[in-house]
């Protein structure tokens, strides 16, 4: 095996008088388990080599490629003669098993995903007993392929719906999978420029396996601390799991306020620019609202990149750019800057990321109807937009729904948390 690779390695051994070699990464493997291994084969602690090597998981592989493929996952690759054998000696740098920064609940388990493909599969494994549980792994890719866990409930999946997963799945041949799950999710739901998100992430174990009881499917996909979870809709997107970890009129009071949040960082902005402009066109004005807008985005991407050492003096500066100073020079009046920081604080109060954004923008393009066009912007902007989200259908299922088909049973749910019950309830989270 001809590669300068410091951490590629290969031992040569004896056995029966004839050579073994074993190939390993010393950066993936576990140098006990390979020292096992090496001990087993030296000292003919068997009948046969596969004996001797005495490891729990151990598979002989006729494809030289996909031996390969193993030994560059962190598999020690024993060659005798013309059999290969692939060992398990996996041993991954991992983050420890902890709550995700971004879905954090003040009741409830504090475990969440790390970038293992096995300790993710391990601990949905942990909440969903049973056999009916699915847990298919796929190699996708070409020259730099990735592992993916396609995970499901075989009694309440929908079949059509997963054999289009697994079909999309198997016909991924890129090359750029270093983005693991987001290469994944563009490929298969051919996301192309839509900014809505197709798809809901969570990096929480309980989330996760809701959603598969519920006859979701989830994907795992390896180096990734997120697993993606679909098909999905606008309003599963807006659920948190600390809705569901308060009583129910409590966990309910939460969402609605939730709900009106979102609502809020959409709308407050664009509606008191067309009342305070009374529907005439002030270029001035608009360009100070969307200049307040921008900066405010400007330092949200700034500050996600500031190093934490650094954070103090982002702050400082963010206070002299949007702060009275602003206003005494002029740049911005206080009515712009209170409703614009009001607006962004119901952006924060977003359960989903990737919504949050996709909400900050069209806000900013429904700025501009509003400040252009007046009322006519406004209707035209929501006729566009409505028209647009009917006809997001991924994997077929609508993603306006329970509102559009409608649903009314479906939609009572959502706005009101209903209680458990003995005989059980679906709840998605």
């Not at 709308?267 to 066109?281: A, C, E, K, R, T």
Request: glycine residues 6%; hydrophobic residues 40%.
């Amino acid at each position: 095996m001809k590669n300068p690779s410091f951490d590629i390695n290969t031992r040569i051994l004896d056995y029966n008088n004839e050579k073994v070699s074993i190939s390993f990464l010393s950066s993936l493997c576990g140098d006990d388990m390979v020292a096992y291994i090496v001990e087993g084969i030296t000292n003919n602690r068997g009948e046969t080599l596969k004996d001797c090597i005495n490891n729990g998981a151990i598979t002989e592989e006729p494809d030289h490629q996909k031996a390969l493929y193993a030994m560059l996952s962190g598999c020690a690759l024993v060659a005798y003669r013309d059999k290969e054998y692939v060992v398990d000696t996996r041993r991954y740098p991992n983050r420890s098993v902890e709550e995700p920064e971004t879905e954090k609940s003040v009741r409830g388990s504090k475990d969440g995903f790390n970038e293992s493909i096995l300790t993710c599969a391990g601990l949905i494994r942990r909440r969903i007993k049973t056999m009916d549980l699915i847990l298919q792994k796929y190699t996708i890719g070409k020259n730099n392929p990735l592992d993916i866990c396609v995970c499901y409930l075989d009694s309440v999946v929908d079949k059509q719906m997963l054999d289009t997963v697994t079909r999309r799945v198997k016909e991924i041949k890129n090359d750029d999978l270093v983005m693991t799950d987001r290469a994944v999710e563009e490929i298969i739901l051919n996301q192309s420029y839509n900014p809505f998100p197709l798809v809901r992430y969570s990096e929480r174990p309980d989330v996760v396996a809701t959603h598969i009881l519920d006859g979701k499917i989830a994907i795992i996909c390896d180096t990734s601390s997120s697993v993606m979870m679909l098909p999905t809709t606008i309003f599963e997107i807006l659920e948190h799991v600390e809705e569901h970890r308060q009583t129910p009129i409590i966990g309910t009071f939460i969402r609605l306020i939730r709900c009106s949040a979102v609502l809020l960082s959409i709308y407050l902005v664009p509606l008191w620019l067309l009342i305070s402009s009374h529907g005439n066109l002030d270029i001035y004005f608009l360009g100070q609202v969307l200049l307040m807008e921008l900066s405010i985005e400007l330092l949200r991407i700034a500050t996600i990149h500031t190093p934490t050492p650094l954070s103090n003096a982002m702050g400082m500066i963010a206070a002299v750019l949007l702060g009275q100073f602003a206003i005494d020079l002029g740049f911005f009046s206080e009515e712009i800057l209170l409703f614009c920081a009001i607006g962004d604080v119901g952006g924060f109060a977003t359960p989903n990321y990737e919504l949050s954004l996709t909400n900050k923008y069209i806000k900013i393009f429904l700025i501009i109807f509003v400040g252009l066009l007046g009322w006519a912007g406004f209707i035209v902007f929501h006729i566009i937009l409505i028209g647009y989200l009917i006809s997001i259908k991924p994997l077929g299922v609508s993603y306006l729904y329970p509102l559009i088909p409608f649903d009314g049973k479906a939609l009572w749910n959502f706005i009101i948390r209903k209680p458990k019950t003995k005989k059980g309830s679906k709840t998605v989270t």
